[in-house]
DNA sequence: CAAGAATTATGAACCC
DNA sequence: GGGTTCATAATTCTTG
């Protein structure tokens, strides 16, 4: 274990390092933090494009539906649509 | 019970009676949108208040904070900051 | 205006009333609260019935997913659908 | 410019080239959902790394606070501190 | 108790 | 630039 609520660490042998919690706790801060800006910097480049397609002249809402739309889709092929499509019969619609 | 995934209905003598279901699953429907508008009107309630604090002068981030805060148990609270702390000064922050 | 972050309140003739701000701040608060407390209610009501609705041999998952259906459905018959399709067909979906 | 919602093209010389906002569309989706895949396996691997902090006996809300902490700027956390403190006293919390 | 879904909150983006 | 809507993130709750 690492540190808990009394900030003792109670781990086997760790209570001669208290210091390596620490240690864990940092490296798995840093790499958190890492992959949050790459995501960050990934989030980045997908605006770019809805900016580029804007400018080409395409409807950004539209093109946030499509994309949802060919997420979506397969998904909602599976086993939940023919209970779906029994109560839409079944309400009239 | 009522429509499974067959469409096929296997409740007791709700066989003779198709329509059973579909009355039963309209009323629950119904029911449950009715709620559901009720419950989006209230929401509007609220973020009109909200409104009104800000126009007051309140800052609604810090008031949201105060609302979230009182509906928490005070030893939740207390954990969190101790960990929180903890978890600071294992970094030296 | 209301408290800043000085805590100085510096509306017109709420110097001399200190406490205006709080009182004004407490009934907010209240407000807010109580109407929170209706809209849990509500989804507890809400969550009965979809409890009721599976006891009656219903599936949850796709009655969850008619109401949806039937709360969006309005919408995107709205302007963006042609839009949508045109795109569809561009991709030949 | 490209696809409108009359689906005719009016660019220049695109209108001897139907297909050249088709294929340009298709770009953009296709990148757009290259860059999505690539975040969201990156919203994976940092959902791994909580998971490990918390076998690792870390206790992961405290975790995602100190996170969330350490994207803010000093003066912000400490505007927001006061503020809240402020609304707690005039509450007499 | 772990995993998945659903609701809620926060933050960003677009329009006015 | 401010308000409103939309998208994503997170917490909570339910179910297996």
Redesign the interface.
């Known amino acids: 274990?690492?540190?808990?609520?009394t900030?003792r660490d109670h781990?086997e042998d760790n209570a001669q390092h208290g210091n390596i919690?620490?240690d864990?706790?940092?490296s798995?801060?840093e790499?958190?933090?890492r992959?949050?800006e790459?995501?960050k910097a990934?989030?980045g480049?997908?605006k770019d494009?809805?900016a580029?397609?804007k400018s080409?002249?395409?409807?950004v809402?539209?093109?946030r539906?499509?994309?949802a739309?060919?997420k979506k889709e397969p998904a909602e092929i599976e086993?939940?649509e023919?209970?779906?499509d029994?109560?839409?019969r079944?309400?009239g619609?």
């Open positions: 274990m690492a540190l808990d609520s900030g781990t919690a620490a864990r706790l940092r798995l801060v790499r958190i933090e992959l949050e790459e995501r990934l989030a480049d997908i494009i809805y580029e397609a080409a002249g395409f409807d809402k539209a093109l539906a499509l994309i739309l060919r086993e939940q023919t209970l779906l029994l109560y839409k079944a309400l619609m």
